[in-house]
């Protein structure tokens, strides 16, 4: 077999549902709009109707993922075992049990050319308690009480887990991923970083990066740092002299390139760039979920407008960027659209008949750049079912998701540079 054509063998932690797994094994369809010909003329090569088109497939293949949430294997099972995986690829289990079975004489690790994890991002986002490495959660997801002292166990501080796995897989690449608030918590983002570079086998690890998902095709304002590691003895002397480079060059550079810009920078006559997508790009083939065969959008939440003082309250636009999606939000989840004494400016829709209600969970999917193949609700088909997945579980698995097409942007980029990089 070809070399180039061999499968990188990836392992994923915090897995969630798959959204960075989809990511970096392609294959999935997303509108066109979303996808820049001109700076990215091969991705066209997959089929296409309409207006979707089918991203080709990468060399990355997910053969190991783990979380903690049962939803979250439900999904991933669900859509990956099409993929030629199987329930037993999906550990439901946290990643400090994992670890500590690996220690104990237990194979728990398959070896691979890659780990990807987005830790848990809930201590460092501005949306919730803020509370770092000092989490008020064990890994497993459990209340810490008043008396008990801060460890590495903490939800907090799992990304020294994930350097563990690192230490133990030793793989060409590691990706770590969080939200943006992580960097304006302290100094966290330097100790984060110079803790992933002093994994045991030694890795180059670059200046974390925060990627804006517009740039990238993606319909809502989502940030998320990025961080990306190396493993120093496996690459050529010309890459290792260019990651270890205060500023490297754009030959080196794992980061990928935006496709996508605001008006003002098509305006700056970067004609390469494409208008960023809307949310009504992307939502306007939808029928109202009551006429949809789609139980993903038949589910939206049934919580009443509570006031503008509220988070959530709001309506989407549908001529500009959606919100970012976030998790565990079920009661305050945006609108797609409010009646006129609420402040709706769609009025020809109420006009029209249509109902003040919330986002459906499809609906916030495809703002995250899921495809439609992919199950956020499953009713359960006998009573053993173990891949049921309710509606508020669908939406906390929506919001958790790197989006995939973000996601597809760093593989397809590390791909390109995959045969530069290694000895």
């Not at 796995?165 to 943006?180: L, R, T, W, Y």
């Not at 960023?276 to 029928?287: F, Q």
């Not at 906390?396 to 980029?413: D, E, F, K």
């Amino acid at each position: 077999m070809n070399p180039m054509n061999k499968d990188i063998r990836l392992l994923s932690l915090f897995s969630g549902c798959g959204g960075l797994d989809l990511g970096f094994e392609g294959g999935f369809d997303i509108f066109k709009k979303c996808v820049n010909p001109q700076i990215h003329p091969d991705w066209l090569n997959g089929s296409s109707k309409k207006n979707i088109l089918k991203l080709p497939e990468t060399r990355f293949k997910t053969i190991f993922a783990n979380d903690i949430f049962p939803a979250a294997k439900a999904a991933w099972v669900s859509y990956f075992r099409n993929n030629g995986n199987s329930p037993e690829d999906f550990k439901l289990e946290s990643i400090v049990d994992l670890v500590k079975k690996n220690n104990s004489k237990n194979h728990i690790f398959p070896k691979a050319e890659i780990v990807t994890g987005g830790f848990p991002c809930q201590d460092f986002s501005v949306a919730g308690k803020r509370n770092g490495f000092n989490s008020h959660k064990s890994h497993n997801g459990d209340l810490l009480s008043m008396i008990d002292n801060p460890t590495e166990e903490n939800r907090g501080k799992l990304y020294m887990w994930m350097k563990k796995v690192i230490e133990i897989v030793e793989p060409k690449v590691f990706i770590a991923e969080n939200v943006k608030g992580l960097i304006s918590l302290s100094d966290t983002k330097a100790i984060i970083e110079n803790d992933f570079r002093n994994v045991s086998s030694g890795y180059v690890v670059v200046d974390a990066q925060v990627l804006y998902a517009p740039s990238y095709g993606v319909p809502q304002t989502r940030e998320r740092i990025f961080f990306i590691g190396f493993k120093k003895s496996c690459l050529t002397k010309e890459a290792l002299k260019a990651l270890t480079q205060e500023h490297i060059s754009p030959e080196f550079n794992p980061y990928p390139i935006p496709t996508h810009g605001s008006n003002e920078t098509l305006l700056s006559n970067n004609k390469e760039l494409l208008a960023y997508v809307t949310t009504s790009d992307v939502l306007n083939d939808l029928p109202e979920p009551e006429s949809s065969n789609d139980l993903s959008h038949q589910s939206f939440s049934k919580a009443k407008w509570y006031g503008k003082h509220c988070q959530g309250q709001t309506e989407i636009d549908l001529g500009g960027l959606g919100p970012t999606i976030r998790s565990e939000h079920h009661g305050n989840i945006e609108f797609r659209r409010l009646a006129i004494e609420h402040g709706g400016k769609y009025h020809h829709e109420i006009n029209n008949g249509l109902k003040e209600r919330r986002l459906s969970v499809r609906e916030c999917a495809r703002i995250q750049t899921f495809p439609d193949n992919f199950e956020f609700v499953r009713k359960p088909e006998n009573r053993n079912d173990d891949y049921k997945i309710s509606v508020s579980d669908g939406y906390r698995l929506v919001g958790n998701a790197v989006p995939p097409l973000l996601g597809y942007h760093i593989a397809t980029r590390l791909q390109e540079l995959w045969p530069k990089l290694w000895k």
